[in-house]
């Protein structure tokens, strides 16, 4: 079974930033997450999940939602089989339950279709001065 763990979540200010990571286990031998595109979403209190971004596994080109476009980077670290989502100008808007996800059969688009398999339990964002 497929788990997925996040860190990097805090309580930072208006304008800080943050850089989350994803690592995973459980992949069949010689599997790694590098295999895996990966989906970064979010969920505030009383909101809808909402997907922020994505990197594919055969190219890594990736997709940013509009609404954090310009502000957070995903990326991927093949020597260390890590998936990273950096923000930056952070604003009080961005504060979530922050996931990735991932499942060899979902597609990394700019849709950020929440339609995957296996999730991570979630690191905190708080934006607050």
């Known amino acids: 079974q497929v788990q997925l763990v996040e860190s990097g979540g805090a309580t930072v200010q208006p304008g800080g930033s943050l850089t989350l990571s994803c690592i995973g286990s459980g992949f069949s031998p010689g599997v790694t997450l590098d295999f895996y595109p990966v989906g970064w979403f979010r969920q505030a209190p009383g909101k809808k999940r909402e997907g922020v971004a994505c990197?594919?596994?055969?190219?890594?080109?990736?997709y940013v939602s509009d609404s954090v476009k310009g502000r957070f980077t995903v990326s991927r670290d093949r020597n260390t089989n890590t998936v990273y989502l950096r923000l930056d100008n952070l604003k009080p808007e961005d504060t979530a339950l922050y996931y990735c996800a991932t499942d060899n059969h979902w597609i990394c688009t700019k849709r950020l279709d929440s339609n995957v398999d296996y999730w991570g339990q979630g690191t905190q964002v708080t934006v607050s001065s």
């Open positions: 990197i594919r596994n055969n190219d890594d080109s990736t």
